[in-house]
Structures are given as structure tokens and as C-alpha cells.
């Protein structure tokens, strides 16, 4: 019985890492992602990348960018209603003071 406590408390102590994406997290899904692309779209992300790189390199950059400003906080997901049939995205600049 000792042993069964132990054993979930254990898994309960490391199971924190398992809630949240992370940067491998980001990378294997990004791997996987560009794995099921068709030729004609990964031939347009590598020339608007500038030549064959995998996005794993890059799946966090968002994290790490919001990381160093806060400010972006409000950028890295967005909620949609279930009920919702459109997405408007909102775009005000910095320099009027909203962030969308």
C-alpha cells in the first residue's frame, strides 16, 4: 500500500510538465505539421523562409518573444466563441495605446 502512495504521489509531483506545451512540445508538433504538408505548399514556405528549414527551429519563437515582451502576452492565442461562424482579428497599433 506504501508503495502505491508513493508511486502516485510521485506521478502527481512530475505530472506539471505534461499540462503544458513547451518548446518540445511546439517542436514535434510543428514536425509533424510539416511532415503532412503537400510539395506545392512546403516549396512556398521555403522560399518565403528562405530555403528548406524545419519548423521545429522556430515552433516556440512566440514563447520566447512574449518572454521578452509582455507586452505580446494578449497575442499568443486568441478565444473564439464555439458559437462563432467568423473570426475578425482586431488590429490597433502601439502607437494609439491598444494591443490586439
Known sequence: MKSAALA?????ACSGHA???GQEGHSIVAEIAQERLDADTLARLNKLL?????LASF?????????AD????G??????PHDSATYR???RSRATGGLC
Open 8 to 12: 502516485a504521489a510521485l506521478i502527481l
Open 19 to 21: 499540462f503544458g506545451w
Open 50 to 54: 528562405g530555403g528548406p528549414i524545419s
Open 59 to 67: 515552433a516556440s519563437w512566440a514563447d520566447d518573444f512574449r518572454a
Open 70 to 73: 509582455h507586452e505580446t502576452e
Open 75 to 80: 497575442w499568443h492565442f486568441v478565444d473564439i
Open 89 to 91: 482579428r482586431c488590429c
